[in-house]
């Protein structure tokens, strides 16, 4: 059985078998000649759910769990194709060497058009960017196969937290370096005085040790020391969810924090949603007054109640038409079509 939590990510003992099979099914049955996971058919992707399903159970219908399990598989194909082109594909340089660098389980037709992919002009300075990028981080990710996710779930559970609360954990244990330096470790010492005081909430990851030391999270898609397939308002809503429920089913819950704290964490929590649906949707009206140039009618535009003419072109009855009452130059920030509108 699979665990699936409020956010969405499998977390539990067996998340991290889910993981690796979900790779190893991946490398069987996804061809790499497909330049990107969106071109690869569908039947294949079908192929390595249906094998999962055979093997795994989940704690959520399987329609959603199938949601979940296919946005983990894009990134554990371009592992597939990075580990070709670290192994066999390695000091490679002439085309017929990168042929004969086939592996022996490999399809001959699917090997030569992964190896002419990888030499298309742009891909090999598109790679070496970005191995240039990797080579500058000077803190890594050292849980192996383990998700921030179940890494979290895990220290949660050990130390009688709620998810939110052990984010900061989570990082300092995957990120110790040889040195045993690790830099959010100082920011939590803080941040613990002040949850002990009471004046701060221990889950509130806008403003954790993490986001004190790297920031406010930008990325759209994930969540730093989170799971790069959850968003910071995916992670907000669920914080209330999990709030919710702890309040209702644990009031005595082990979590540091006080009872203050306790009532207060809803409407910290409702605040910041807020704040998220508010700068969306001023984002929404700042892309409808930025439509300067979209037409505001379509086809054909003529004038007054008999108006047949087009700057001066007689319009056939056949065409489209679109007749204002007179001449108006332009509608708010919206300009009208001269001859004939793009949509028409």
Known sequence: MVTVNLYGRPVGDNADKLATRAGKLVRAYCPVKYVDWRQVPDNF?????????????????????????????????????????????????????KLDARPVDFDSDCWKIFVENESIPGIKEKHAKYSENQKKRTIHHTCGRESYANKIHKLAVKEGLVAEAARGLAWMDV??????????????????????????????????????????????????????????????????????????????????????????????HTELITNVVLQVMAKQQQNQHSASTNPAVGGYVVYGIDGEHCEGLLVQPEERKSRLPEAVVSSGDRKLSGRKSAIC
């Open 175 to 268: 990120h110790v370096g040889k040195d045993g330096k690790e830099q959010v470790k100082a920011a939590r010492a803080r941040r613990k005085e002040l949850i002990d005081a009471g004046l701060v909430s221990a889950l509130d990851f806008e403003n954790d040790e993490i986001a004190e030391v790297f920031g406010p999270d930008k990325c759209r898609a994930g969540l730093l020391g989170y799971s790069p397939l959850v968003s910071k308002k995916q992670a907000l809503y669920a914080s209330v969810a999990t709030a919710v429920m702890n309040a209702n089913t644990n009031p005595t819950i082990t979590a540091p924090r006080t009872d203050h704290m306790v009532e207060a964490l809803l409407p910290k």
């Open 45 to 97: 992707k079908e192929d390595v759910w249906f094998k999962l399903l055979q093997e795994f159970e989940f704690n959520v219908p399987n329609h959603l769990a199938k949601m979940i399990v296919m946005r983990s598989l894009p990134q554990k194909f371009r592992t597939y194709k990075h580990d070709l082109r670290t192994g066999p594909l390695l000091g490679k340089v002439t085309m017929q060497e």
